[in-house]
């Protein structure tokens, strides 16, 4: 048995006693089933008083990993970028405000279309991500 079933039950069950239509009831399930299969996110937060840059970063970064973007709003934080190469790996990647000076990235991939719930794509981008954000200084000699 799944571990999300009975609360997927108790989610149709509180609908049903609250007295919500049955049409909505198979809307929550389904979406309820949704929810399951998408990927784990894997997410981190940074120091970083401005999101604008925080956003340029990570698509730097992003290109830096051999990654072309395929979409991203600014407003909402979201870019989706895909491997150039042979390989149909896709992140999508958050980066909001948490408040003043701290960002949140967060990530999901998938490969081919299916959810994966290997962290390395998501690890190796944070790791660099925060890199970049936060290069060492620079040594004269």
């Known amino acids: 048995m799944n571990a999300r079933s009975p609360l ?11 007295g919500a239509r049955a049409d909505s009831t ?16 894997h997410s981190r937060d940074f120091p970083a008083p401005d999101l604008a840059h925080a956003q340029r970063v990570a698509i730097a970064t992003l290109q830096d990993l051999g990654f072309a973007l395929e979409s991203a709003d600014a407003e909402r934080g979201l870019l989706i970028a895909s491997l150039l190469d042979t390989h149909p790996l896709r992140l999508a990647v958050s980066i909001t405000a948490k408040d003043e000076s701290t960002i949140n990235a967060t990530i999901t991939a998938d490969y081919a279309g299916s959810p994966i719930a290997d962290p390395n794509p998501a690890t190796t981008f944070l790791d660099a991500y925060a890199a970049a954000l936060n290069p060492l200084p620079e040594i004269d000699f």
């Open 26 to 41: 198979a809307s929550a399930v389904a979406s309820a089933a949704a929810t399951e299969t998408a990927p784990p996110a």
């Open 8 to 18: 997927r039950a108790l989610c149709v069950l509180a609908l049903f006693a609250g």
